[in-house]
């Protein structure tokens, strides 16, 4: 689960707006010179403010700290749909453009129309995840509340 701590700012039925600060993570990586996100935070835009809707079943009140989260695997979907899918519908239109035996011109514009055609089908299914309360953040705990403890692998010695 891929946690942020976060204010409730407004509350509504089943779910509340939660505003979260992003801040870079720069400090705890190894790659800090060569990454953009070093940069940007230089730059002034490492600690912005998010506003994010989290559904929930609990009742909170306009200022409690919450922890919210979502799934990894949602994430790691969410990602592969929005890459491999055009890229995808890119690589097919212009092989099949080519077994066709279109000139080059044409395999282009087809490689074209099928990145265009994978960017709809993504948009198509963002559409109807949006309303599949798996792919949406959730209120997870009060952040006063301690996370119990639970290992997830122990070493043998």
């Given at each position: ?30 790659a ?55 890229l995808l ?13 279109v ?55």
């Amino acid at each position: 689960m891929i946690e942020e701590r976060g204010r409730v700012l407004s509350v509504e039925a089943g779910a509340v707006w939660v505003e979260t600060v992003r801040t870079s993570t720069c400090g705890s990586c190894a790659a800090k010179a060569g990454c953009g996100q070093a940069l940007l935070s230089r730059v002034g835009s490492g600690a912005k403010r998010g506003f994010i809707r989290a559904l929930t079943d609990r009742q909170w009140q306009i200022g409690d700290e919450v922890f919210i989260g979502i799934p990894e695997d949602a994430v790691v979907r969410g990602a592969l749909w929005v890459y491999m899918v055009p890229l995808l519908g890119l690589f097919a239109s212009a092989l099949l453009a080519q077994a066709a035996g279109v000139a080059e011109p044409g395999m282009i514009g087809a490689a074209l129309l099928g990145l265009a055609a994978g960017f709809a089908v993504v948009r198509w299914h963002g559409q109807r995840a949006q309303r599949d309360p798996q792919m949406m953040p959730q209120v997870l705990r009060s952040a006063g509340q301690m996370m119990p403890f639970a290992p997830e692998g122990r070493l043998n010695g």
